[in-house]
């Protein structure tokens, strides 16, 4: 079939509704990467690796937050001076970033439950 604009030209001369997207990805491609994508996420949210999520904290936040979390570029991280915060604001700060600051948005590269992970880390370390 040739293609004219957003229709399909049959050998016939019959015009056939287009199966692509807007993008030209097949419909069935989409779906697959799509389902693809939320079996990775779904896996991703059953296998939580904390010591992972520790070291991501001490090494990657701390590289602003100071490798003790008790401040640097960044503000203090320790559980005593975010008390007055929710985890669902943290998470928000993780996942967003602040505008206008060097704190990033983390979004890209962790996924939302990691993200709820570490706020609740956060609140609830002890003393180091």
């Known amino acids: 079939m040739a ?5 399909c030209i049959a050998p016939g001369g019959t015009a056939g509704p287009r199966r692509t997207t807007p993008r030209g990805r097949s419909l ?5 990467t799509s389902a ?3 079996a990775t ?3 991703a949210a059953d296998t939580l ?3 992972a999520l520790k070291r991501l904290v ?3 936040c701390g590289s602003c937050h100071g490798l003790s979390l008790k401040g640097g570029l960044g503000p203090d991280l320790r559980s005593e001076t975010l008390e007055h915060y929710d985890a669902e604001i ?4 993780i996942l967003d970033g602040i505008p206008d600051t060097a704190m990033p948005p ?3 590269l962790i996924s939302e439950e990691e993200a709820e992970w570490i706020a609740r880390y956060l609140l609830e370390q002890e003393e180091q």
């Open 28 to 32: 069935p491609s989409v779906l697959l």
């Open 3 to 7: 293609k004219l604009g957003h229709r």
């Open 58 to 60: 001490h090494q990657d």
């Open 36 to 38: 693809v994508l939320v």
């Open 106 to 108: 983390w979004r890209p």
């Open 49 to 51: 690796d904390p010591n």
């Open 90 to 93: 943290l998470t928000g700060v």
């Open 41 to 43: 996420t779904a896996f």
